[in-house]
């Protein structure tokens, strides 16, 4: 049970359960397509900056690389793992994604066509391809992606916008 219980003076002023935070706490999935939307969204953003918005900056691509890159058509130098674009896809719009939505767990899974993924991901040593990775989540963008999950327990609606950063007046 989810109860808020205010007392002043040993005065009880509030005492209620809260029922519906409780019943909607069980079953998050209604959030759950919001939260995939903010993720994609957050990622994309990784993609559009080459690893600038996760504080983790994506290395260039060594000089050998962007030859291989321009012998086959690519543009040398940029966009860093865009090279087809399945990655990026599965990230941004989740094709050869699988999302699975349960009442209080979401997975975000990718296929096996874009299984060099782990690799940019992992911070295991390596001892030539330098770790890009495009899941580097910032404290701002954890609480994007929790928005939808409070708004939606709290019974509010789920696509409302975000308020900005309050700054204390200053500007």
């Known amino acids: 049970m989810f109860r808020v219980r205010l ?3 040993n005065e009880i002023v509030i005492d ?3 029922a519906g935070i409780e019943a909607r706490a069980r079953n ?7 939260v995939v939307r903010a993720f994609q969204t957050i990622v994309r953003r990784a993609f559009d900056t080459e690893g600038g918005s996760t504080g983790a900056p ?3 691509l060594a000089p050998r690389t962007q030859a291989d890159r321009r012998r086959h058509g690519f543009p040398p130098a940029h966009p860093i793992l865009e ?4 990655l990026a896809r599965a990230l941004t719009i989740g094709e050869g994604a699988y999302v699975s939505m349960q009442p209080t767990r979401m997975e975000y899974r990718l296929g096996a066509a874009v299984g060099y993924f782990t690799y940019h991901q992992s911070t295991r040593p390596r001892t030539r391809l330098p770790r890009r990775a ?3 989540l910032t404290a701002d963008d954890r609480t994007a992606m929790m928005h939808p999950i409070r708004l939606y327990i709290t019974g509010r609606d789920v696509h409302a916008p975000r308020r900005a950063a309050w700054t204390g007046g200053a500007s």
């Open 16 to 18: 209620r359960v809260l």
């Open 28 to 34: 998050v999935a209604p959030a759950w397509p919001a």
């Open 83 to 86: 090279r087809t674009g399945a």
């Open 58 to 60: 994506w290395a260039p």
């Open 7 to 9: 007392v002043v003076e």
């Open 134 to 136: 495009p899941v580097l």
